[in-house]
């Protein structure tokens, strides 16, 4: 049924689509973008340069990479006039709703970037969402706090930047420690992009029909938003505090086993990688790095994760499964020890994978094949037959 079932973003052929962006095995827990793997990228590089590799291809120069930065830094602020669209949410709306409305605004603002048939205005729209979605991202959890808006700086790096328009207040400046700037960038690197998941495909698809641009990106952030996708890592420090203490994992680990329990160990398995996930081990490193510069790292909220962690990978369900943690396991606990509230754990997700879903958007809009998605289904409903009138019936 594999033909029948496999997603076509738009391509003749009714095999999946292709990309030559990110490449994932996951039996052996392989994820390359443009050939680097993950856990090099995460260690050594930085999410500018990231996103700068995802976009074009290849790493930058320094000359190249500091154009780049520029151009990111210069398009951070949003149009003053879209400041307007946060007072008409309620101040208890989830930060992803307010994301995904907002973003989906930029469609209404930004005429000058819509045209995906020209390649410049495709250029401006990549660089204005990578450059707003951090910008957006904060305002929606200033929005949430009742706290003023607090507008990028451009002397700061990405991550620093984010971090102090989340934290800063007028009373009291925030001051980015470089450890925690370091954390949230290698947060926003793992996350960068993923092939075809859930969000992306959406994109894709949205795409295809040639849509806005801004709006297609919305429509991925209200797919990202589910629980089975990147709503998990707020759905998994939610569980891990419900656990609480070391002694109710068993509690939880039969639930996960129960068939007829709809509870499901958040943060474990995934779509296609059924071995480790390899986002999922460099982020485990972070958290020990963070919790102990936060002087926390006998957190009990860690400390029920790694055990969880040891108990599912000692019990043949979960082995047997191939259910390991994924990257969602472990960065809501470093997100937590940041400060930040689970409501904004997705929100942080959505504004890391904009530079996949923009870099595969930009790939399936310069292929001259490219036709309006249209998924196959297998029907099985009725066969054909006449229409009963109502007293008949
Ligand atoms: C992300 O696609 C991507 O790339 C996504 C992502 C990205 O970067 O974009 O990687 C981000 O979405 C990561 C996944 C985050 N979601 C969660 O952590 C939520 C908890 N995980 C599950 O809901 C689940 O594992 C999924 C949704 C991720 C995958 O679901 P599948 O495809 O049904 O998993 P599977 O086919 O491998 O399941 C095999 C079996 C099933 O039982 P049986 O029908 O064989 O008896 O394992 C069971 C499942 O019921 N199972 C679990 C489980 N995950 C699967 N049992 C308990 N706990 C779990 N977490």
Redesign the pocket.
């Known amino acids: 049924q594999g033909d029948i079932f496999t997603y076509d973003p738009g391509f003749t052929s009714t095999a999946a689509c292709e990309s030559n962006i990110t490449f994932?095995d996951g039996e052996e827990g392989v994820l390359l973008h443009r050939g680097y793997p993950i856990q090099q990228l995460a260690q050594q590089s930085h999410f500018l340069e990231v996103c700068y590799l995802l976009l074009y291809g290849e790493l930058p120069s320094a000359e190249q990479l500091e154009d780049f930065e520029n151009r990111v830094t210069n398009h951070t602020m949003i149009h003053e006039q879209m400041k307007n669209f946060f007072s008409g949410f309620r101040r208890d709306a989830h930060p992803m709703a307010i994301m995904t409305g907002v973003v989906g605004a930029m469609s209404a603002f930004y005429h000058d970037s819509t045209d995906i048939h020209d390649p410049w205005q495709r250029e401006v729209a990549s660089i204005r969402l990578i450059a707003k979605m951090p910008t957006i991202a904060a305002m929606a959890f200033k929005y949430s706090m009742g706290q003023p808006f607090v507008y990028p700086l451009n002397e700061l790096d990405y991550a620093s930047n984010f971090l102090r328009m989340c934290f800063s207040v007028p009373a009291e400046e925030y001051h980015v420690d470089p450890i925690l700037a370091r954390a949230m960038d290698r947060i926003f690197t793992l996350?960068a992009?993923?092939?075809?998941?859930?969000?992306?495909s959406t994109v894709r698809l949205a795409s295809s029909s040639g849509a806005n641009p801004f709006a297609c990106i919305a429509a991925g952030i209200a797919c990202?938003w589910?629980?089975?996708?990147?709503?998990?890592?707020q759905?998994?420090l939610e569980m891990l505090r419900e656990i609480g203490t070391v002694d109710r994992i068993p509690e939880f680990i039969a639930r996960?086993?129960d068939?007829n329990d709809p509870?499901?160990?958040?943060?474990?398995?995934?779509?296609?990688?059924?071995n480790h996930?390899p986002?999922a081990t460099v982020m485990k490193e972070s958290a020990d790095e963070v919790l102990e510069l936060m002087g926390i790292e006998n957190n009990p909220t860690l400390q029920v994760a790694k055990e969880l962690e040891k108990q599912a990978l000692e019990d043949p369900?979960?082995t047997e499964?191939?259910?390991f943690p994924?990257?969602?396991?472990y960065s809501g606990i470093i997100l937590d020890a940041m400060g930040f509230p689970t409501s904004m754990f997705t929100p942080i997700?959505a504004l890391s994978?904009t530079v996949?879903w923009v870099a595969q958007w930009k790939e399936m809009l310069t292929d001259d094949h490219m036709k309006i998605g249209r998924p196959r289904q297998l029907y099985t409903g009725a066969g054909a037959r006449d229409y009963i009138e109502v007293e008949n019936r």
């Open positions: 994932i996350h992009d993923h092939e075809q998941n859930a969000s992306t990202l589910g629980p089975a996708h990147g709503g998990a890592n759905a998994c996960a086993k068939k509870f499901r160990l958040m943060g474990f398995g995934h779509r296609v990688y059924k996930d986002r369900y979960f499964k191939k259910l994924n990257v969602d396991f997700f994978r996949g």
